[in-house]
């Protein structure tokens, strides 16, 4: 391991701090009208890149409870963001798409996230970005269950 160690285990807990903090006080909250969770901004997120999604595959992608799926779903419809509706090739399951004032509030999202990564990685090079990129996967790889470091 580098020298860094520890300076990148307290960043990466100050990290963690500020999702938890950004999830109870409201993702981009100077900048958008209402409160939006980390489960909020993802489900509006997945369904407007895709248009439409399924229940189940929201609640596989996102790798989250059922239970809290369902509860954010019913708090996106009581704002009129998304709607739900039967499947029709299959009565049991459910398409979440986004209404117009969904398709507002995504659009929004993913502007204040471009201007976020722009003002982040101004400054840094290409060859820095491709660490960065190289650090967050491993990140990711590190924590999905295939490949889990077993003590």
Request: net charge positive; hydrophobic share 40%.
């Amino acid at each position: 391991m580098a020298n860094y160690t520890k300076e990148i285990s307290h960043m990466l807990d100050r990290l963690n701090t500020k999702i938890l903090s950004q999830d109870k006080e409201g993702y981009f909250k100077a900048s958008l009208k209402t409160k939006l969770s980390l489960i909020d901004l993802m489900m509006i997120k997945q369904i407007g890149e895709h248009g439409e999604v399924r229940l189940n595959q929201l609640i596989k992608v996102l790798e989250v409870d059922r239970n809290l799926v369902t509860t954010t779903v019913k708090k996106l419809m009581s704002h009129k963001w998304i709607q739900k509706r039967v499947d029709a090739t299959d009565g049991r399951g459910q398409i979440l798409c986004l209404l117009p004032a969904g398709v507002e509030l995504y659009d929004e999202i993913l502007e204040l996230q471009r201007k976020e990564l722009e003002f982040i990685l101004n400054d840094v090079t290409i060859n820095e970005e491709k660490a960065i990129l190289k650090f967050i996967s491993k990140i990711v790889q590190y924590h999905t269950d295939k490949f889990e470091i077993k003590p």
